[in-house]
């Protein structure tokens, strides 16, 4: 039996092109990234969640010599909300990123332990996560879901 998986999503050609309400949130994760403890990989990343309520959560990568004891950016977010407002919900994720580790063309994205975490968190909250992906030529990639990056997550998520 063959099968075929497929996702929609959009480009936008500059993310000063998204509504207001997302250049806040690109915004807010640019100016978090800046507090990246990047050492090792120079390469700092920042993620915003724009909660239901409108408020905005931060979070940025934080890096350690005793590798892989460093987290993500995402999962920085994502668990200081569920830590502090497990009563929220998290309607959109912004990740941008800058640095040399990656050609300034090329499209960043979650890791993979993120898009788990990313993906569990909407389903604890039984609602879609809105992701903006912004890459460092400032193009982004906008999914409706989480599972659309992770279509085949670890978990009850089918």
């Known amino acids: 039996m ?8 959009q480009e936008i050609e500059h993310w000063n092109l998204l509504p207001g309400d ?13 507090n990246a403890y990047a050492p090792y990989s120079k390469f700092h990343v920042g993620a915003s969640l724009r909660m239901e309520d409108q408020s905005i959560i931060v979070g940025s990568n934080q890096e350690n010599i005793a590798y892989p004891s460093g987290l993500c950016a995402e999962r920085v ?5 569920g830590a502090l407002y497990p009563e929220k919900k998290v309607a959109k994720l ?5 640095g040399d ?7 960043l994205t979650p ?5 788990q975490v990313m993906a569990e968190s909407e389903s ?11 890459s ?6 906008k999914f409706h879901s989480v599972l659309d990056i992770l279509p085949l997550a670890f978990g009850k998520f089918n």
């Open 77 to 81: 977010a994502l668990f200081h909300a």
């Open 101 to 107: 580790l990656f050609d300034k063309d090329a499209w």
């Open 136 to 141: 460092q030529n400032n193009k982004v990639l």
């Open 22 to 34: 997302e250049i806040e949130l690109v915004n807010e994760a640019f100016k978090i990234a800046k």
């Open 94 to 98: 912004c990740v941008v990123a800058f």
């Open 111 to 115: 890791c993979g332990g993120c898009r």
């Open 2 to 9: 063959k099968h075929t998986l497929t996702i929609e999503y």
């Open 124 to 134: 604890r909250q039984k609602k879609p996560i809105e992701i903006l992906l912004v």
